[in-house]
């Protein structure tokens, strides 16, 4: 049995991601665009909530 590679040393071995992931779909590939966005949308998100500005906002509607 073959010792799987790391991801980034598989895909930097590669002559294309297609050589990494052969068995990928367009549907496949959707899906793992939009979780990339939406963690990059929380990472983001998380400090933008604790401004002062988005504190006063959630006071000001909220409180």
Do not use: E, K
Not at 11 to 23: E, F, G, M, T
Not at 26 to 38: E, P, Q, S
């Amino acid at each position: 049995m073959a010792r799987a590679r790391r991801p980034l040393t598989a895909l930097c071995a590669a002559d294309s991601v297609a050589d990494v992931l052969p068995d990928a779909t367009a549907g496949n590939v959707l899906v793992a665009i939009t979780r990339a966005g939406h963690i990059c949308a929380v990472l983001i998100a998380i400090p933008a909530m604790h401004t002062p500005a988005a504190r006063a906002w959630f006071t000001r509607t909220h409180g």
